[in-house]
């Protein structure tokens, strides 16, 4: 299973991205989709996540009403619309995807997208 992040960039504070999260590969059903976040010096901490099957969504107190995600299942893509960004929102964001396979779950992570907010 291959993970791709996009949409990264440079952004003035109160300013809006969109993430992307491509997931492919050989046959495999998606189970759960999560966005994480990696300041410089600070430890990875869980974003926004998604049940895939029903959509239930979930926010870190952070990303409450400024963060919204979503998936499309017929592209196998996950998406993080980030707004009103603060500069403490600069980090690489990470896209981590949890699949089946013959009943076994795996983890696979993207290799991450910059994400900076001017002040």
């Known amino acids: 299973v291959q993970v791709v992040e996009s949409g990264g960039g440079l952004v003035q504070t109160g300013g809006s991205l969109r993430l992307t999260c491509a997931a492919s590969?050989?046959?495999?059903?998606?189970?759960?989709m999560a966005w994480f976040r990696q300041a410089p010096g600070k430890q990875r901490e869980l974003v926004a996540s998604?049940?895939?099957?029903?959509?239930?969504?979930s926010y870190a107190d952070s990303a409450k009403g400024r963060f919204t995600i979503s998936r499309d299942t017929a592209e196998n893509t996950m998406y993080l619309q980030m707004n009103n960004l603060k500069p403490e929102d600069t980090a690489v964001y990470y896209c981590?995807?949890?699949?089946?396979?013959?009943?076994?779950?795996?983890?696979?992570w993207g290799q991450g997208t910059q994400v900076t907010v001017s002040s």
């Open positions: 590969g050989s046959t495999f059903t998606t189970r759960f």
């Open positions: 998604i049940l895939y099957h029903n959509g239930a969504e």
């Open positions: 981590k995807v949890m699949v089946s396979v013959d009943l076994q779950l795996y983890d696979y």
